[in-house]
């Protein structure tokens, strides 16, 4: 069964420095989304692209981050000057059409020093 | 402004015990209702949609039913596998890109 591919796994990065979080969607979706989930919280919505835009976000999706569909199979999400408050879980997820089920990676863990 | 709440936050049943989550949201209109699982350390595995009052859905020992102003998951009989955090989301119609509003979920714990 197609998946959703994050990468890494972990990623632990000093404060101030820029990451980037890398996704590979399923293969025929069109609609790619960012979502975080802060240690004991809920999952957050950040950011929706769609047609090589980005066509929602959220108040938490700030100067700092920006997304990316370089090339016809990876979606990434950078981070320019990490925060502490950066720490979460990030998801990625994607779907074929805007109000069918949106299928989530397994995230990368974010831990900022 | 959006909003889901789930109840109770944790549940502890022994295999075999049937039980019910509940999931209540306030949306200004609503373009379909989610569940998901969600294992320690994975992304979110989805379950079911529902997008209209009434309407049902099962699989295996799962039921999902919605009214217009909450949602239920039904486990019949739960085995010690379905022990997971069940999460609730919701799609809203004004929102063009349907965005997920989630709510804080469900441990579920089953026991042998």
């Known amino acids: 069964e197609p998946e959703v591919t994050q990468t890494p796994s972990h990623q632990v990065t000093q404060m101030g420095q820029e990451v980037i979080l890398r996704c590979v969607p399923i293969?025929?979706?069109?609609?790619f989304y960012w979502y975080r989930q802060i240690l004991g919280q809920k999952v957050e919505f950040l950011v929706s692209?769609?047609?090589?835009?980005?066509?929602?976000k959220s108040e938490i999706f700030d100067d700092q981050f920006s997304v990316e569909r370089p090339d016809g199979s990876n979606f990434t999400l950078k981070i320019r000057s990490t925060k502490l408050e950066d720490s979460a879980m990030y998801f990625c997820?994607?779907?074929?059409?805007?109000?069918?089920?949106?299928?989530f990676g397994d995230g990368t863990r974010l831990s900022i020093l | 402004e959006d909003q889901v709440t789930q109840s109770p936050e944790a549940l502890r049943l022994q295999e075999g015990e049937s039980s019910s989550l509940n999931c209540s949201y306030t949306?200004?209109?609503?373009?379909?209702l989610f569940w998901y699982r969600q294992d320690p350390g994975k992304g979110p595995e989805f379950l079911f949609t529902?997008?209209?009052a009434g309407e049902e859905k099962e699989k295996e020992r799962l039921k999902a039913t919605l009214t217009k102003k909450e949602s239920f998951l039904h486990i019949t009989a739960p085995k010690p596998e379905d022990s997971a955090t069940y999460l609730c989301a919701v799609q809203a119609v004004d929102t063009g890109f349907q965005k997920l509003v989630f709510g804080t979920g469900t441990r579920l714990l089953v026991s042998p």
């Open positions: 949306v200004s209109g609503l373009r379909g």
């Open positions: 997820a994607s779907t074929s059409y805007s109000n069918q089920p949106q299928h």
């Open positions: 692209f769609y047609n090589n835009e980005i066509s929602e």
């Open positions: 529902l997008y209209s």
């Open positions: 293969s025929n979706h069109l609609y």
